[in-house]
């Protein structure tokens, strides 16, 4: 007797509508592929990963604003004012976050670890970090000079249109000129109050708002902070003029 071993059927489709497609399936990729050309990650899988474990949270995905086209970097760490945006967004709801969340949102947008261990050590941050502190040290990482850095932060943490005055509130910069000016260490506090007061006449006028053409005229100057994320320490230019140039 011969014996015939029994072979499933394949599944056998007759149409189209046999098939259950997921009916948010569709948005959901469209909106990934889009954030994936707008981010541009550097590992797709690493940043997927990040981008649908946020998502399925409910938390801020890790995507940029806009794609960035020519964006000029200071050191090669991939940090860019789009990713440094996208972390403002992700961690600054509260005045600290863990070390552990900051490690976990930095990985998500495929940054150099080493990089984060630099910017952590010339912080001399714990396990609790205070965001804006260390926001002023990742516009210092894009800027390299003091005045360059408050560009960058007016640029990032305004609610105007890309390319306008990039206003932002008063006292918000003059906590990251304060602390981004002691970190510099060379700076006597009576340069640093002078200098807050030379624009308080012109934030008056602006409604307690100070915008980037109130202090920065498109040159270099100041004391260089960001050479650090190259050799892990302070670079301090050897002059004695005050960081901005008046």
Known sequence: ??????????????CAQQINIPPQLPDILKNFSKAAIRTQPEDLLLWSAAYFNALSKGEVLPVKDRLEINTTQKTDTGLTPGLLKTLHKQLSFKETCSKEDLQ???????????????????????????????????????GGTLVSSLKFACEILTEDEEGGAGRIPFNIFVKLYTYLAHLDGDMPQDHIDNFLRSLQAQVDKQNGMIQVSNFYIGRKCGKKIGKAMDDRKEVIENNKTTAIDE
Not at 1 to 14: E, G, K, Q, R, S
Not at 119 to 127: E, T, V
């Open 104 to 142: 976990e949102k930095w990985k998500g947008l495929c940054l150099h670890m080493d990089h984060l261990e630099t910017l952590l050590s010339l912080g001399s941050f714990d396990s609790d970090i205070n965001w804006m502190e260390f926001f002023a040290l990742g516009c210092s990482a894009l």
């Open 1 to 14: 007797m011969c014996y015939i071993a029994a072979m499933p059927l394949p599944d056998t489709m007759f």
